[in-house]
């Protein structure tokens, strides 16, 4: 057996034999990456190889943006930001079908669209909108899906933190992609919108929540979440404009999450600690989950696995269109069981050069990946926004499974619309000019 093919099998075997066993992700990496490395390369040169990937894999300045955009996703759940978002959203959507479950799926875009992360919406706009929905005999069951379903629209609209790790593999530029995240993040969220509203007509108790808000009331809930709202427009506006990276628009988001927070009254110097803690607790699985996978890019080079993979499918498959569902199968599948960074830094470097063999602009391939893998998110058995959603709910994640099928079916005719219309992630980038920028 040669080395290359005898690396790509200790890589195969190992990581799927760790994840059957329930062995944290970095450990089902790493490990047998190094055991791959140490079988072509020996002992010493598998250590030095591996320390220096994991080092060189975390050192980038663009990685910088992720423990910023993560702590400031953490100063707006606890700052009161969640609940002036919602009650915008109400605003919004307060006179559709089942006018309270369309504001979290509105509520849960527009604090995903300011914090760029799925779980935390999940967390934030969940445990405030499931009590007001019990009060007006919703069904638990019903809410917990919609809020479960919607949540993940925040890792695909910028700032998110799954861009920036897309951004990291791939050399793409962050502005262009956190522009592009917005046509995926819409579709996700009609997609919810329109599911919802067949809920509603189907459940009594749903119909007759809607109300009519007085024009006073709704500038007063719009007002009081314009500067939340404006933070967006702060750090994706500078970031085009040229005026700031992606990892200073961090650094000015964390700024402003703390005035906002100590402006709203909600967030006290005695609760920063656990804040700052928190943030670094999941910085460090994110850091080490890219450092692992950086020696794990090294030994899949190594081993010719991206060319193997691609050989097998241009050799199958007949046709653009062919291929391109392929990849998506094998994502949905890998998504159940996966979080989306971590299969992001593996199957990126596999399928991306086969996706621009194909033709398709890698801007547009960022978006087909990170759809697929949103969708993970909310299924079993690891979705993470499935379980942080149904405990919020005070519900069974089995029940919050069954109720979630017509969203899925939905979110899959949405992930198909992005797949084979390019032009929803790409006009936006094209019509402001950052399509063709330079990575940071």
């Not at 906002?260 to 999941?282: E, M, N, V, W």
């Amino acid at each position: 057996m040669g080395p290359a093919l005898l690396a790509a099998t200790i890589l195969v075997i190992g990581i799927f034999l760790l994840l059957a066993i329930g062995a944290p992700i970095a450990i089902a990496i790493g490990l047998p990456s190094l055991v791959a490395l140490t079988a072509v390369a020996g002992p010493e040169q598998a250590v030095l190889v591996g320390a220096q990937r994991m080092v060189t894999g975390s050192s980038s300045f663009t990685l910088l943006a992720i423990p910023f955009f993560i702590l400031a996703g953490n100063l707006m759940n606890v700052g009161g930001i969640a609940e002036k978002l919602i009650d915008a959203a109400k605003v919004l959507v307060g006179r559709l079908p089942g006018s309270l479950a369309q504001t979290n799926v509105v509520a849960n875009a527009l604090f995903g669209s300011v914090s760029g992360a799925g779980v935390a919406a999940a967390a934030a706009i969940g445990s405030t909108m499931a009590p007001r929905e019990r009060r007006e005999g919703y069904d638990p069951v019903v809410s917990a899906a919609a809020n479960v379903a919607s949540a993940p629209s925040g890792m695909l609209l910028p700032p998110s933190n799954t861009l920036i790790v897309y951004s990291l593999v791939s050399s793409t530029s962050v502005a262009a992609l956190f522009v592009a995240g917005y046509g995926p993040g819409l579709v996700w969220v009609i997609a919810c919108l329109a599911v919802v509203t067949l809920v509603a007509r189907r459940r009594p108790e749903m119909r007759g929540t809607r109300e009519r808000i007085p024009v006073a009331v709704a500038a007063r809930a719009l007002l009081a979440a314009l500067p939340a709202i404006l933070m967006m427009v702060i750090v994706i506006g500078g970031l085009l404009a040229g005026i700031f990276t992606a990892t200073e628009s961090a650094v000015i988001a964390v700024v402003y999450c703390l005035v906002l927070g100590f402006a709203y009254r909600k967030l006290t110097l005695r609760r920063l600690p656990a804040i700052l803690l928190d943030s670094a607790r999941t910085t460090a699985v994110v850091m080490l989950l890219i450092s692992v996978s950086s020696v794990l890019s090294w030994v899949l080079s190594f081993a010719l696995i991206p060319q193997m993979v691609s050989y097998s499918l241009l050799g199958v498959a007949g046709s653009e269109v062919v291929i391109l569902l392929l990849m998506t199968v094998i994502l949905l599948v890998v998504g159940t069981f996966m979080d989306p960074t971590p299969a992001i830094l593996i199957f990126t470097p596999i399928f991306l050069p086969i996706a621009t063999e194909l033709g398709v602009d890698p801007i547009h391939f960022g978006m087909i990946i990170t759809f697929n893998l949103c969708l993970g998110t909310i299924t079993p058995p690891v979705g993470v926004i499935l379980f942080v959603g149904s405990k919020v709910g005070g519900v069974r994640v089995e029940s919050v499974s069954k109720a979630l099928l017509p969203y899925f079916a939905a979110l899959i005719v949405g992930l198909l619309l992005v797949l084979f219309v390019p032009q929803i992630s790409l006009a936006l980038p094209e019509l402001l000019g950052v399509l063709s920028e330079v990575p940071e």
